[in-house]
């Protein structure tokens, strides 16, 4: 199971670097993704990334995330700069299985992290 952390209290325009901690190896798993679920809305995708190092994000936090992974680590990170008020939310990490280019998680959801950010 993937289990999300770091997430805190920060102004608008600062940063917060997620991490996403696996209990086993996270290398044969092709592609990753962080995940959120703002009040109120329906959990969305917002980055992936694969064992190649392929990433995708969604257009509202494109030029401000990176994802990254370290398989070695057994981690995947986002970092996550520019912060504005619309990104406040739980923060997930899973597993993704892409079905023709439709991405879905692959495994039960995990504990997630709260990211809260103030005007």
């Known amino acids: 199971q993937l289990q999300a952390y770091g997430g805190g209290l920060v102004q608008a325009g600062g940063s917060l670097r997620l991490s996403c901690a696996a209990s086993?190896?996270?290398?044969?798993?092709?592609?990753m993704g962080w995940y959120r679920q703002g009040p109120g809305k329906q959990r969305e995708l917002v980055a992936t990334?694969?064992?190649?190092?392929?990433?995708n994000y969604a257009d509202s936090v494109l030029g401000r995330f990176t994802i990254s992974r370290d398989n070695a680590k057994n981690t995947m990170y986002l970092q996550m700069n520019s912060l504005k008020p619309e990104d406040t939310a739980v923060y997930y990490c899973?597993?993704?299985?892409?079905?023709?280019?439709?991405?879905?998680?692959?495994?039960?959801w995990g504990q997630g992290t709260l990211v809260t950010v103030s005007s």
């Open positions: 899973n597993a993704v299985i892409d079905r023709s280019g439709r991405y879905y998680p692959a495994s039960s």
């Open positions: 086993g190896s996270i290398s044969s798993i092709n592609m």
């Open positions: 990334i694969t064992t190649g190092g392929r990433t």
